[in-house]
């Protein structure tokens, strides 16, 4: 390849417990992996340990560039129940319960805030704020930038119909009880569109048209919104910022305009993970959606796989199966990645590359990562991240990225 890769790394300290994360473990990850390969960008976050924080992002760093890792609007600091999103239905965000139903260490809930509610926003920005002002890190990596996703139940994917967003619909000419009526009452003809050459699949939810595209820019304007302040509050302390995005796909379902949101980053991250069963894998999402879609709406899924394979780049009529059987096509991992350069253009792309082992939710193997590094190649991104967590990151599979690079 004619320019080297930029290489980022993530050390979380919210996939395992804390006293299991002494700062001279995580240095000798660190420089384990260095000697492997040169990290560019360093991660780290998102739960606070100062110790931990103060070393990475101090003068004996082991990286040159350290970002807070910091959730904008998922498991906030001091997070109440009126803060959480709202389905048309009025039922909360009850989140995702794939880590603790397999007694996993993890503190991770995937229970999402509302961007317009103001007390939700306040105490977001003014946690990002304390932390950006009490460590020297480079910038700031800003994740969950995002409505709730399949993984939550496509319930939880239709909101948010708070008091909050209902106030700022109707500043825009948005009427959210028309919105939840068309739900309600399911007068949304996804069997007539299944068997049409519309050209993409948010026209799958756009019958009612004008109407549904109307919710999911509000959505999307809600997120960039709020995304704007925090990138406001980080220039004006001087510091830099990237973003983690779903990837390109799924990412309107989830409220993210990679065009709007790339005003305000740095580099992004798009997480193009294929064989992950977690939130943000597509090897969970895109079954998730289409179950979603299948139990609300009364369809066979058989229809689903037929319109996708019609419409969307890389899939065919076995792709739903195969998804869920063993991993993602690498040809529609290749299109995303591809998608998301595209999208974001000339902000640099790093691509996220599944590199971890969790016991019930993804077990990388050195084949898989090499598959994955091929397939990024070919769509021309600037660099990847090992994704999502250093600290759980089999060696051989390190190995096997730095061979291919």
């Known amino acids: 390849m004619k320019n080297r890769w930029v290489i980022g790394a993530q050390v979380s300290t919210t996939h395992s417990p804390l006293e299991s994360l002494p700062v001279d473990r995580v240095f000798r990850t660190i420089e384990r992996v260095n000697a492997i390969l040169k990290i560019d960008i360093l991660v780290v976050g998102a ?11 101090g003068p004996s760093r082991p990286v040159d560039q350290i970002f807070l890792w910091y959730n904008v609007l998922s498991d906030i600091d001091g997070m109440e129940d009126s803060d959480l999103v709202v389905n048309w239905r009025g039922e909360r965000s009850a989140g995702w319960g794939g880590w603790a139903e397999k007694e996993s260490e993890v503190a991770e809930t995937f229970r999402f805030v509302c961007p317009n509610n103001p007390g939700a926003r306040a105490k977001t920005l003014r946690r990002l704020h304390h932390l950006l002002s009490s460590y020297p890190f480079t910038g700031v990596f800003l ?45 949304i003809a996804l069997d007539v569109l299944l068997n049409d050459d519309t050209a993409d699949w948010l026209s799958l939810f756009t019958d009612s048209a004008s109407l549904l595209l ?54 992004i991250k798009p997480m193009t ?30 229809k689903i796989s037929g319109w996708a394979a019609r419409h969307i780049p890389g899939f065919d009529i076995n792709t739903l199966e195969q998804t869920r059987r063993q991993a993602v096509p690498l040809s529609v991992i290749s299109t995303e990645i591809g998608a998301a350069v595209r999208l974001a253009d000339p902000v640099p792309v790093y691509f996220g590359l599944e590199l971890v082992r969790h016991a019930g939710v993804v077990d990388i193997t050195p084949q898989l990562v090499r598959d994955m590094v091929q397939a990024g190649r070919t769509a021309s991104p600037a660099g990847t991240f090992i994704s999502w967590d250093l600290m759980h990151a089999p060696m051989d599979s390190i190995r096997a990225l730095a061979a291919e690079l």
Not at 48 to 56: A, D
Not at 163 to 185: I, M, N, P, W, Y
Not at 216 to 245: C, K, P, Q, W, Y
Request: aromatic fraction near 10%.
């Open 214 to 267: 109307r919710f999911l820019r509000f959505r999307m304007d809600s997120i960039t919104g709020l995304v704007a302040e925090a990138h406001a509050l980080a220039s004006g302390l001087n510091r830099r910022v990237g973003f983690d995005l779903f990837s390109p796909g799924l990412a309107p379902l989830v409220g993210q305009d990679y065009r709007a949101l790339v005003r305000f980053a740095d580099w």
């Open 273 to 302: 993970y294929r064989v992950a069963e977690g939130p943000a894998g597509l090897r969970l999402e895109i079954p998730a959606l289409a179950e979603g879609v299948s139990q609300m709406f009364g369809l066979d899924e058989s």
């Open 47 to 57: 739960r606070e340990s100062p110790e931990i924080f103060q070393s990475l992002s």
């Open 143 to 187: 994740d969950k930038i995002r409505f709730p996703s399949p993984a939550n139940g496509l319930e939880e994917v239709l909101s948010c119909f708070c008091e909050h967003c209902r106030a700022s619909a109707k500043v825009t000419g948005l009427d959210l009880d028309a919105v939840a009526r068309l739900f309600q009452d399911r007068t």
